[in-house]
């Protein structure tokens, strides 16, 4: 963000006449929602919601258990990952943050990208989350 609007990038761009920049919100999908969970970290008086579309915080590669549970009878790899991005929910309401978390049980990561319908949604949430916001 520093490096947008140290450039000029808001002005290039028109945001600064189109937006209302003291309503910031940043936005990412897949490792991008990492990245913006991390901006939300560095920059909390500057951003007012962060939008984070299946965010991916693990590492480069499975661990060993990870890769060996695909087909587990207990807690399959697909089970945990959702557990996961449910208890990534609770912890940061738990740290105080508000949350509103949105589960698609019938999608996979980056539907959005090959379903228009799922794209539609994505959009439409989006939307209802910034303009419920503030």
Avoid at 39 to 57: E, M, V
Avoid at 65 to 83: F, G, I
Wanted: charged share 25%; glycine share 12%.
């Amino acid at each position: 963000m520093l490096w947008a609007v140290g450039r000029g990038v808001w002005r290039l761009d028109g945001i600064g006449e189109r937006g209302d920049l003291s309503r910031l919100f940043v936005m990412g999908s897949s490792s991008g929602g990492n990245l913006a969970y991390h901006a939300g970290l560095h920059s909390p008086s500057k951003i007012t919601g962060l939008i984070l579309n299946q965010p991916y915080f693990g590492g480069t590669t499975r661990t060993k258990s990870e890769a060996a549970s695909d087909e587990d009878p207990v807690l399959p790899l697909r089970a945990n990952d959702t557990m996961w991005q449910r208890m990534f929910v609770e912890m940061l309401e738990r740290a105080g943050a508000d949350v509103v978390g949105r589960f698609d049980e019938d999608g996979s990561h980056a539907a959005e990208l090959f379903d228009a319908a799922k794209a539609e949604a994505l959009c439409e949430e989006v939307k209802e989350f910034v303009h419920g916001c503030c």
